[in-house]
């Protein structure tokens, strides 16, 4: 039997956020829902382009981890962040990213060309 999140070193506990963020669709995800109030499915897919399968996938990693919350009205789930510091968290990594690509002209281009990510509120 596992050890409950009380009982583990928090280095192990901010590792496995960092599990739930290290992919791209679900860090796509998170940055939508960053934009948004919240979101149905549908839209999260037509957003992302997934296969509504691949898509319930990386939203079950994303609640497992505590970054997403879902709430069902009649046949639609709806998502949202489950913290707003969640948004900071991805504005943060990509002003550190901006910087990590100053030299690379091209990325640094790409990245600026990003769309905005909201302030928490």
Same mark, same amino acid.
């Given at each position: 039997?596992?050890?409950?999140?009380?009982?583990?070193?928090?280095?192990?506990?901010?590792?496995?956020?960092?599990?739930?963020?290290? &992919?791209?669709?679900?860090?796509?995800?998170?940055?939508?829902?960053?934009?948004?109030?919240?979101?149905?499915?549908?839209?999260?897919? *037509?957003?992302?382009?997934?296969?509504? @399968?691949?898509?319930?996938?990386?939203?079950?990693?994303?609640?497992?981890?505590? =970054?997403?919350?879902?709430?069902?009205?009649?046949?639609?789930?709806?998502?949202?962040?489950?913290?707003?510091?969640? *948004?900071?968290?991805?504005?943060?990594?990509?002003?550190? =990213?901006?910087?990590?690509?100053?030299?690379?002209?091209? &990325?640094?281009?790409?990245?600026? @060309?990003?769309?905005?990510?909201?302030?928490?509120?």
């Amino acid at each position: 039997m596992g050890l409950d999140n009380s009982e583990r070193p928090l280095y192990e506990i901010k590792a496995n956020l960092f599990k739930g963020l290290a &992919h791209p669709y679900r860090i796509r995800v998170l940055e939508i829902l960053a934009g948004v109030e919240e979101a149905p499915v549908s839209d999260l897919i *037509a957003e992302t382009g997934l296969e509504a @399968s691949h898509l319930s996938q990386h939203l079950a990693v994303l609640r497992r981890y505590g =970054l997403v919350v879902s709430e069902r009205r009649a046949s639609v789930v709806y998502y949202r962040l489950a913290f707003p510091q969640v *948004a900071d968290l991805l504005r943060v990594a990509r002003q550190l =990213l901006t910087e990590l690509l100053k030299d690379s002209q091209k &990325h640094h281009v790409s990245a600026l @060309s990003l769309p905005a990510i909201a302030a928490a509120q």
